[in-house]
């Protein structure tokens, strides 16, 4: 008998960028052990932005790497540790997604604006309404552990759609969704609504991943590996474990497929995402919305595409069960989204509604299922976060006012009401006091932004048309590319019936367009609630009662809202360069 260990080879290269985001996250978690208070936030920031960059540059090294892309004699991609990850152009494609946009995400986490403060609660175990709560904020305690959870998820991010073993999956959809739990109960204000948030998310991602997990079994129990590789020998030798248990294939992969579609939120596992958007901090609500998705959609397409093609070989009529699956969840997902979010009177919950719909437009090109949707599900990843990352960090510099009567005494707990404590209150040139609360998210207090600040308005316009897909903005080229996958069909031919799911999306987009213009109609073709045309600054729009102002930027949000415009309009005219390498992101391997 040989007792003799033998050391796994490891190829450390191929895991770098995963290796330097998760480890920047300890570090972290040191840093807030070891480093003074006072420089420990831009010690964090600092980190953070490095190692995202870092892992952009890394991914893109390994991107022309020739084991990577392959040739003519050798196959494309790289297993690591026994196929437990599969380092190919599809999966690094996603990462840098991923990585790019939670650069841009940070900047936005890190600001503090004219207020001095950041979005995040001094102390998120703080009971809200509490003295505690209160003595946190007059003693200015910062909650800076915000940076070592973004990395750690943004590290989950990256293995979830890179990984060829349905187990590490399950562990990557924890090693992400865990952080994002405890951020969304993290607001400065309205905490009450923010923690309530954090309990659903946490609540029906605990059912998801439950879903997910049991699916996993099932799939072991017929294919007697979670190897994605062998899950497709399994499925593709005639006569094999779906002849004699059908049930158990095919319940196993709807299983595993639900968990997937509750990530990107598409209906009918989409209840949490509006609440959840609405509760969290708005510079979280942005990074999971662009980042999480990406992700989730690289690991479905992973699943989905394994799974397709074994049943290709062994048993058609259970493939096209598994598509009649996947239309319902695309008809259902564009209806919901487009329908429901039409009705929105909240900003945030209406950015929410359009990211499901998003989510039904991507899904009509997955089920093209050919390259031409590998490619434009990559575009449009990109496309759409960066919109979404920019919206929203529009929405944090529009706040509400109120004037300040009277000081508030210390026993009653700042933060526990809808708009949690003044910020920055201000007494100048003899007119009443005003203090900045939280963001103004109710649509009618958008009205006459225009006027206020016309190149904020002007960019939010720009993101919310390039979500409408109106053409000159990358919306309309990420669109055209997705139904376009649609009509092209399975065969790239024009063979099928998928585009039917391509008028719909058409059908869809036209009524999307709606909500989104009556917010440019509101901000500037309608005056603000009080009539008056109010100019910019700290105290616009408080003179009586509540109001409505923009808050500068420190500098951070300003430099992510410019990155994400000028990527929005240059992938509208000139989008042919990230389409090219799009199409080389067509090659994975399962």
Same mark, same amino acid.
């Given at each position: 008998?040989?007792?003799? =260990?033998?050391?796994?080879?490891?190829?450390?290269?191929?895991?770098?960028?995963?290796?330097?985001?998760?480890?920047?996250?300890?570090?972290?978690?040191?840093?807030?052990?070891?480093?003074?208070?006072?420089?420990?936030?831009?010690?964090?920031?600092?980190?953070?932005?490095?190692?995202?960059?870092?892992?952009?540059?890394?991914?893109?090294? %390994?991107? @022309?790497?020739?084991?990577?892309?392959?040739?003519?004699?050798?196959?494309?991609?790289?297993?690591?540790?026994?196929?437990?990850?599969?380092?190919?152009?599809? +999966?690094?494609?996603?990462?840098?997604?991923?990585?790019?946009?939670?650069? %841009?995400?940070?900047?936005?986490?890190?600001?503090?604006?004219?207020?001095?403060?950041?979005?995040? /609660?001094?102390?998120?175990?703080?009971?809200?309404?509490?003295?505690?709560?209160?003595?946190?904020?007059?003693?200015? $305690?910062?909650?800076?552990?915000?940076?070592?959870?973004?990395?750690?998820?943004?590290?989950?991010?990256?293995?979830?759609?890179?990984?060829?073993?349905?187990?590490?999956?399950?562990?990557?959809?924890?090693?992400?969704?865990?952080?994002?739990?405890?951020?969304?109960?993290?607001?400065?204000?309205?905490? %009450?609504?923010?923690?309530?948030?954090?309990?659903?998310?946490?609540?029906? *991602?605990?059912?998801?991943?439950?879903?997910?997990?049991?699916?996993?079994?099932?799939?072991?129990?017929?294919?007697?590996?979670?190897? #994605?590789?062998?899950?497709?020998?399994?499925?593709?030798?005639?006569?094999?474990?779906?002849?004699?248990?059908?049930?158990?294939?095919?319940?196993?992969?709807?299983?595993? #497929?639900?968990?997937?579609?509750?990530?990107?939120?598409?209906?009918?596992?989409?209840?949490?995402?509006?609440?959840?958007?609405?509760?969290?901090?708005?510079?979280?609500?942005?990074?999971?919305?662009?980042?999480?998705?990406?992700?989730?959609?690289?690991?479905?397409?992973?699943?989905?595409?394994?799974?397709?093609?074994?049943?290709?070989?062994?048993?058609?009529?259970?493939?096209?069960?598994?598509?009649?699956?996947?239309?319902?969840?695309?008809?259902?997902?564009?209806?919901?989204?487009?329908?429901?979010? /039409?009705?929105?009177?909240?900003?945030?919950?209406?950015?929410?509604?359009?990211?499901?719909?998003? /989510?039904?437009?991507?899904?009509?090109?997955?089920?093209?299922?050919?390259?031409?949707?590998?490619?434009?599900?990559?575009?449009?990843?990109?496309?759409?976060? $960066?919109?979404?990352?920019?919206?929203?960090?529009?929405?944090?510099?529009?706040?509400?006012?109120?004037?300040? @009567?009277?000081?508030?005494?210390?026993?009653?707990?700042?933060?526990?009401?809808?708009? *949690?404590?003044?910020?920055?209150?201000?007494?100048?040139?003899?007119?009443?006091?005003?203090?900045?609360? +939280?963001?103004?998210?109710? #649509?009618?207090?958008?009205?006459?932004?225009? @006027? @206020?600040?016309?190149?904020?308005?002007?960019?939010?316009?720009?993101?919310?048309?390039?979500?409408? *897909?109106?053409?000159?903005?990358?919306?309309?080229?990420?669109?055209?590319?997705?139904?376009?996958?649609?009509?092209?069909?399975?065969?790239?031919?024009? +063979? +099928?019936?998928?585009?039917? #799911?391509?008028?719909?999306?058409?059908?869809?987009?036209?009524?999307?367009? =709606?909500?989104?213009?009556?917010?440019?109609?509101?901000?500037?073709?309608?005056?603000?609630?009080?009539?008056?045309?109010?100019?910019?600054?700290?105290?616009?729009?408080?003179?009586? *009662?509540?109001?409505?102002?923009?808050?500068?930027?420190?500098?951070?949000?300003?430099?992510?809202?410019?990155?994400?415009?000028?990527?929005?309009? $240059?992938?509208?005219?000139?989008?042919?360069?990230?389409?090219?390498?799009? /199409?080389?992101?067509?090659?994975?391997?399962?």
């Amino acid at each position: 008998m040989n007792d003799s =260990f033998v050391a796994p080879a490891v190829d450390w290269l191929y895991l770098a960028p995963i290796l330097v985001v998760l480890g920047a996250g300890v570090v972290g978690v040191l840093i807030e052990a070891f480093v003074p208070a006072r420089v420990r936030r831009t010690v964090q920031v600092v980190l953070a932005l490095l190692a995202t960059a870092a892992a952009f540059a890394l991914v893109v090294v %390994l991107w @022309r790497d020739p084991a990577v892309q392959g040739s003519d004699v050798a196959p494309y991609g790289v297993r690591v540790l026994g196929g437990s990850m599969v380092i190919d152009p599809f +999966g690094l494609a996603v990462q840098g997604i991923v990585v790019l946009l939670a650069f %841009l995400a940070i900047l936005v986490i890190a600001d503090r604006t004219s207020t001095g403060q950041d979005a995040f /609660a001094p102390s998120a175990a703080a009971v809200p309404g509490s003295p505690y709560e209160d003595l946190t904020r007059r003693k200015g $305690l910062e909650q800076t552990e915000v940076y070592p959870l973004v990395l750690f998820a943004v590290g989950g991010m990256m293995i979830f759609p890179a990984t060829g073993n349905l187990l590490v999956m399950f562990v990557a959809l924890e090693v992400l969704s865990l952080p994002l739990y405890v951020l969304s109960a993290m607001a400065r204000r309205r905490r %009450l609504l923010s923690q309530e948030a954090s309990f659903k998310y946490f609540l029906l *991602g605990a059912f998801a991943s439950a879903l997910f997990v049991f699916g996993v079994a099932l799939v072991y129990g017929f294919a007697g590996s979670v190897d #994605l590789v062998e899950v497709y020998r399994s499925l593709a030798t005639p006569g094999g474990p779906l002849a004699s248990m059908p049930g158990l294939v095919v319940v196993g992969a709807l299983l595993v #497929l639900a968990g997937l579609l509750f990530k990107i939120g598409a209906a009918p596992f989409h209840a949490w995402t509006p609440d959840v958007y609405q509760g969290a901090p708005t510079p979280i609500t942005g990074f999971m919305a662009a980042c999480t998705k990406a992700a989730a959609f690289g690991a479905l397409l992973r699943v989905l595409y394994v799974v397709s093609l074994g049943l290709a070989q062994s048993s058609p009529a259970t493939r096209e069960d598994l598509f009649v699956a996947l239309w319902v969840v695309t008809l259902l997902t564009m209806v919901v989204g487009t329908v429901v979010g /039409a009705v929105q009177t909240d900003v945030k919950r209406l950015l929410a509604y359009s990211s499901i719909a998003h /989510a039904g437009f991507i899904l009509v090109g997955v089920v093209g299922f050919s390259q031409l949707s590998l490619r434009a599900t990559v575009f449009y990843l990109l496309v759409y976060g $960066l919109a979404t990352v920019g919206a929203f960090a529009v929405v944090t510099l529009v706040r509400e006012t109120a004037p300040v @009567r009277e000081r508030v005494p210390a026993t009653v707990g700042a933060g526990a009401g809808e708009a *949690g404590a003044p910020d920055n209150p201000s007494d100048a040139s003899g007119e009443q006091p005003v203090a900045v609360l +939280g963001e103004a998210t109710h #649509l009618a207090q958008w009205a006459g932004l225009g @006027r @206020r600040s016309p190149w904020l308005a002007g960019t939010f316009s720009l993101f919310l048309l390039s979500m409408a *897909g109106i053409p000159l903005t990358a919306g309309f080229v990420a669109k055209f590319t997705a139904f376009g996958a649609a009509i092209a069909g399975p065969d790239g031919q024009g +063979g +099928g019936s998928t585009w039917v #799911l391509a008028v719909v999306g058409v059908l869809a987009s036209a009524v999307a367009v =709606f909500f989104y213009v009556r917010v440019i109609v509101l901000m500037f073709f309608t005056a603000p609630a009080g009539g008056a045309d109010e100019g910019s600054g700290e105290g616009a729009g408080a003179s009586e *009662g509540a109001g409505v102002t923009v808050v500068r930027s420190a500098g951070p949000t300003t430099v992510a809202i410019a990155v994400c415009a000028l990527g929005v309009l $240059l992938l509208g005219v000139f989008p042919s360069p990230v389409l090219d390498l799009a /199409a080389e992101a067509v090659k994975f391997v399962p």
